[in-house]
């Protein structure tokens, strides 16, 4: 199982950017995927997931209204369209990957199997 994070970059305070989480090796019909950041000195944060049997999506208060995770079944990828950023969001942004029948809070990073390197974004003010 692998999952591939792309697509981070510098923008400036207020910019967007959309970030890729490419599976292989992994059916995407069972599982959950969700994305976590983490910001230098700073624990493993969630952002959002999307289940992916049903599309439904659920995101962290902070970045309601901002974020915007998608999936795109022909290519086996998870989108995560940042808009609005802001310099405090400067983190590695990692993509994560669970069963969805497993009982958990979706935001404890713990509970999720399977994780891409992740990709540095870094929001300049």
């Known amino acids: 199982v692998q999952l591939q994070a792309s697509g981070g970059g510098v923008v400036q305070a207020g910019g967007s950017l959309r970030l890729s989480c490419a599976a292989s090796r992994l059916s995407l019909n069972t599982q959950t995927l969700a994305w976590f950041r983490q910001a230098p000195g700073k624990e493993r944060e969630f952002v959002g997931r999307?289940?992916?049997?049903?599309?439904?999506?659920v995101y962290a208060d902070s970045v309601k209204g901002r974020f915007t995770i998608s999936e795109d079944s022909v290519k086996n990828t998870v989108f995560l369209q940042m808009n609005s950023l802001k310099p405090e969001e400067t983190a590695v942004y990692y993509c994560a990957s669970r069963n969805s029948l497993r009982v958990g809070n979706r935001a404890d990073a713990s509970s999720y199997e399977y994780w891409g390197h992740g990709t540095l974004v870094t929001v300049s003010s």
């Open positions: 999307i289940r992916w049997s049903t599309g439904s999506t």
